[in-house]
């Protein structure tokens, strides 16, 4: 399947965004699907991820102030921004994993979030 994102855009400091990456098909294809930003001037970096029994993980940076979650039945991930900090500008991406052994191998194109004060 196909990952669209939407949902980026600009806020101030202290805001909130919502993500969301839509799977053309079944969002069971996969069975680890996370949210990589890629910083200005940085690598791309794991924020947020979940794997398909719904354990989660996140990047020390976002924790307590982002969540990731996933509609089963519109085959859509979520990835809930709050309290947003400059550094988390960035091009957030949709990665999917079909293959434990294979890694991230399903890539969105990508949305830009910028957050200024």
């Known amino acids: 399947g196909q990952l669209v994102e939407s949902g980026g855009g600009s806020v101030q400091t202290g805001g909130s965004l919502r993500l969301s990456c839509v799977v053309s098909?079944?969002?069971?294809?996969?069975?680890?699907m996370g949210w990589y930003r890629h910083g200005p001037g940085q690598n791309r970096v794991l924020v947020a991820a979940?794997?398909?029994?719904?354990?989660?993980s996140y990047a020390d940076s976002v924790k307590g102030r982002f969540t990731i979650s996933r509609d089963n039945v519109k085959n859509t991930l979520y990835l809930q921004m709050n309290r947003l900090e400059s550094e988390d500008t960035g091009v957030y991406f949709c990665?999917?994993?079909?293959?434990?052994?294979?890694?991230?191998?399903?890539w969105g194109q990508g949305t830009q979030v910028t957050v200024s004060s």
């Open positions: 990665a999917a994993s079909s293959d434990p052994l294979d890694g991230y191998n399903t």
């Open positions: 098909g079944s969002i069971f294809s996969f069975n680890t």
């Open positions: 979940m794997t398909d029994d719904g354990i989660t």
